[in-house]
């Protein structure tokens, strides 16, 4: 794991979908008054982008096949989806939003 800039504090707004490319890597973060989560970006049942989803009751539908997604800890509420998203340690330092990703 290694931690990456993944974006700017000021391009991360609260309560909405951002969505931002991190190498080959599609993430989503969100900013909540719990704070910061982020999560894969590409839904596991199709491969759908979820940046393309939209954000109700502290879940990500998946617009291709409505799955959900809890923001904060990736996991699976209905189907067709069976696998969680994955989770991922995100932090906020010096005006930039990072994230421990894969290598």
């Known amino acids: 794991m290694a931690w990456v800039k993944v974006a700017d504090s000021s391009e991360v707004d609260e309560d909405r979908v951002n969505a931002f490319d991190a190498g080959a890597r599609r993430v989503l973060i969100f ?14 049942h199709e491969t759908a982008d979820l940046g393309l989803g939209f954000l109700t009751d502290g879940r990500i539908t998946c617009p291709l096949h409505l799955s959900q997604f809890d923001i904060r ?20 330092e010096h005006g930039g939003v990072w994230v421990d990703l894969p290598e």
């Open 31 to 44: 900013r909540t008054a719990a704070g910061l989560s982020a999560l894969d970006g590409i839904c596991t």
């Open 73 to 92: 800890t990736g996991e699976v509420y209905n189907p067709p989806a069976e696998l969680p998203l994955a989770s991922y340690p995100v932090k906020e």
